[in-house]
């Protein structure tokens, strides 16, 4: 039986917390947070306010903002277990103990909304083999998904993601704000997002890529341009635009 | 018992066919196309490749190529029923006739992968009521979503579609030519993305967007930049940082 302290209580927290508590093969000894009040959400398990009265654990999750982790890792000073973030974007070497890792489950957490863990990927990293082999075995109780990836590989992951995650959601904004303008329901697009997210389950996106950049129609995005009412969508529709012809210019 | 001919053998023409053969309030009269060998795949109605020997219909549903619509439409110079483009991006009135409209399903549709056409919103629109309840009746049968919509309102959509298929594909590839560069899956982004797409369906894209850009967090920023190998990809990255930083100034 594993045991692990969850330090923070944001989303992350919050999400690992669900998968945690569900998992025969763990022990989630405790949560500890700053404030009474955002430790009332983790019902199920001994929460405590005081980052000096942490309990002993073989695993300590440090699931708080990039900032934050490294001041809230001076907390476990004393402690034996593994100490690991769950950022993305910060190495692994911020924490500043020996036995350190990253225990980064990739995807976007939303409050109060409900994830399925098990397809979720973990991307681990650990200072020693053991401790690897400990983070592994915490993920794969709540992931099918657990890859062991290095903090170079981890940050251009985290890269990646904000193009499919931030990006992709900003141009669902665009979409909306052209439908709302017309007096048109944004949720008439909804089939096509979905559909457009599936189709790279089967297919590279590369091979998916359709519209009129893609078959260089320079006629159609005239028009679209024309039809764009702001400044700051026309340089966005003009750059995609751009991007997409020149990755397909060769073969037009 | 509604009829209605299809002229044209691409993939909008195959999703339609597959949809409306299973519809039995319809009779599937025709599909019309120029080579023999692209109708051998409506195996299960009567197909012709002589556009001078198109039998009588109450819709004739013209599923080809923007810039051939109105060429195929001269073919229909005789007849007496509706005559309907299932394009997005072009007016209703490219259509030479009185009795004409337009039925454009809202989806991205590719080669050889089935659809649930029950979800796809079908925009419809028509210069008569009468065939606008025709063209109504017909979207029912194969719909859930059939909606009215104007030309200019059309237009609008499909621009709004551009961003939320073309441009989104784009963000999917460049998040996997990421992926790839470091030695990994791809399909590592794909929970990420499926959740990006899901979100929307209970929260606006303006109230789901997270992120470095949404944060004003310019380290991070300036962080990914170096990352980032290309020039173009530095581009996009800067311009859609800004776009969502824009949208959310006033409230940092």
Redesign the interface.
Known sequence: MISAVVLGTGNVAKQLYTALIKSPGLELAQVVGRSQESLTYFSEVTTSNDFRNIVNADIYIIAVN?DAITSVSHSLVSKKGIVAHTSG?MEMDIIPFDNRGVFYP???F?AN?A?DFT???I?IEANHLDSLNLLRTLGDLISE?V?E?SS??R???H??????????????????S??L????P?A???????????????????E???????RNDTK?ME??LE??KHS?QR???E??SE??T??YEKEL
Chains 1, 2 share one sequence.
């Open positions: 990039d974007a990739l995807q976007t939303t909304k994830l397809t979720i990927p991307c998904n890859y990836i170079g590989q940050q251009k992951l890269l990646a993601a904000v193009f499919s995650n931030n990006f992709v959601n900003h141009m669902y904004h665009v979409a909306e052209i439908c303008q017309e007096g048109l944004f008439l697009l909804q089939p096509l997002i979905r559909e457009t997210a599936e189709k790279i389950n089967t297919m590279s996106p590369k998916a890529q359709t519209g009129p950049a893609r159609s028009k679209h039809l764009l700051s340089e966005l529709y750059l995609l991007a997409i020149q990755v």
